[in-house]
């Protein structure tokens, strides 16, 4: 079975831009989730769609939104780019949700200059 | 707020010893606690996880301790070898079965492991 695949897998920005990472799930996984890891700040969450649903959205800004479509693969947006989202942006995909085995994407390294 | 505090941010330890890692939550609710292992360039990889109706669960050299009074839990590393260098995260989540379910993981911030020959 073929993993959780992002792309593009490296992104450079300028500030201002807007951004847009896709993440394909394992084949029959419903439910994508969003990750942003810093050094500083670590793992933190982004938000959680299944079925086509957010779920759950984390505390981040309106700037950061998403989606997924009927195929379960989902996509994530930020618009007016910041030095600060300057991350690895990691998806993850599990059959239903969090507390089932949760399989991560190599992640999108997104640089903002 | 920070959920989970994972300690220490960084570990050496011999080939052969036990590496220890510790996480400490606030949360109640929290009734799922999964590590996972990440290697650079990769994606963090689920390695064991536990419920918090036992106290300890084992898969291989790996084994969670989990107390649920003093809402701390802890991956052990038993022989641990230099192929188990990476950076180890802590995790807790709600379950939704709990009609509070958030669906999320709540991360410590990691403890790199260093194993040394």
């Known amino acids: 079975k073929a993993g959780v695949t992002q792309t593009p897998r490296y992104l450079i920005k300028t500030r201002g831009q807007q951004v847009t990472l896709s993440c394909s799930p394992i084949s029959g996984h419903r439910s994508v989730s969003w990750y942003q890891q810093t050094p500083g700040q670590g793992l933190q969450f982004l938000f959680e769609?299944?079925?086509?649903?957010?779920?759950n959205k984390g505390n981040f800004p309106g700037r950061f939104s998403g989606r997924q479509f009927s195929n379960s693969r989902s996509e994530m947006n930020v618009s007016t780019l910041e030095l600060g989202d300057s991350a690895l942006y990691l998806c993850?995909?599990?059959?239903?949700?969090?507390?089932?085995?949760?399989?991560f994407g190599p992640g999108t390294r997104l640089l903002v200059l | 707020q920070q959920q989970v505090k994972q300690s220490p941010q960084s570990l050496i330890v011999q080939k052969g010893g036990i590496s220890i890692i510790n996480c400490a939550y606030e949360?109640?609710?929290?009734?799922?606690f999964p590590w996972y292992q990440q290697f650079p360039g990769k994606g963090p990889a689920l390695l064991i996880a536990?419920?918090?109706?036992?106290s300890e669960k084992k898969e291989g050299r790996f084994t969670i301790s989990f107390n649920k009074s003093a809402k701390q839990f802890s991956l052990h590393i038993m022989d641990s070898q230099p192929g188990d260098s990476a950076t180890y995260f802590c995790a807790a989540s709600i379950g939704w079965n709990s009609g509070a379910g958030s669906y999320q993981l709540t991360f410590g911030k990691g403890t790199k492991l260093s194993v040394i020959p």
């Open positions: 769609y299944f079925s086509e649903t957010q779920r």
């Open positions: 949360n109640t609710a929290f009734d799922y």
């Open positions: 993850a995909s599990s059959l239903r949700g969090s507390q089932e085995t949760q399989y």
């Open positions: 536990i419920r918090p109706d036992v």
